[in-house]
């Protein structure tokens, strides 16, 4: 691409004070260290003709048994962040991120995130140690979000157990762990229930789309329920394009996901740039767009996400 038109769904925010945590969780999880701050940002957006990048903080917030301590780092993180948007609204947008499993903690952050902060939508972990989002506790929230026709990103985080012990869970475990969350909660019906939630699987889904005709078997075990029902509630879902146009993946994507569905994503700074350049390339080279196909994925589709930024 040569003009600067893309919208990043799946742009990852640092803030200082974080940093220290991001770097330890980096090297547990066998990882480069990234790096994130508004300059570098904004040059690598240029250089990738991206326009604007919805931040997301994509991390845990604090131990598992120190919710005050998640609902204080949830807080911070999105009031810093909500003043960059502030600053730049052209170039940045805000996925608040909420301090999950803590059902009350995260409605208190989502109301004042999208009615204070003026947030473009919310962020959630895949699962809330070990807790996946299908669970019925958290039916408050989608109920919540739902009533305001939320954004929501659903970002992947490591599973209970490692898939494949010594690897980097980001390469192996979270695609597993995007698939795991998606269908929780398609069997727990909460799409069907939430029909204006628009709930973002990154990574193309996972492995959801190449396994998501084997999954709807398991409607079979269920009564009153078929598999194009449950089909239906996993294709309900949207899907960005970071770290996975490759291939064999966008194939996949585009055989189960209809292309208005389909996001652009970077996966910065948690996945280095010269990592994606070749990712890019094949989301541009891909030879089975129809006309317009391509420049929806980059920008228009996320536009009837977030309006404001058609006028942008």
Sequence with gaps: MTERARIDVHHHVIPPDRSRAIADRAAALGWPVPAWDRQSAIAMMDRRSIATGILSYAAPLA????????????????????????DR?????????????????????????????????????????????????????????????????IHPTAPPGAMVPGLPSPLVDFPYDTARTALHLAV???????????????????????????????????????????LAELRSFWFDTAFCAGPASLPSLLAFAAPERILYGSDFPMVPEEWCGGFDDGLDRYPHWSDGQLRAIHRGNAEL??????AT
Aim: glycine content about 8%; proline content about 9%.
């Design 305 to 310: 996400l977030f309006p404001r930024l058609a």
């Design 63 to 86: 131990a598992p048994d120190d919710p005050a301590g998640a609902r204080a780092s949830a807080r911070a993180v999105n009031e810093f962040t909500a003043e960059l948007v502030k």
């Design 89 to 153: 609204p052209d170039r940045f947008g805000n996925f608040a991120v909420l301090p999950l499993p803590d059902v009350d903690g995260a409605l208190a952050e989502a109301v004042h995130a999208l009615d204070e902060l003026g947030a473009d939508g919310v962020t959630v972990m895949s699962n809330a140690y070990g807790r996946y989002l299908g669970d019925h506790e958290f039916e408050p929230l989608w109920a919540e979000l739902d009533a305001r026709a939320a954004v929501v990103l």
């Design 188 to 230: 727990a019906g909460v799409p069907g229930r939430y029909p204006r939630l628009r709930m973002i699987l990154p990574h193309a889904g996972g492995f959801l789309p190449y396994a998501a005709h084997r999954f709807a078997a398991a409607a079979r075990l269920r009564p009153g329920t078929t598999p194009e029902d449950l």
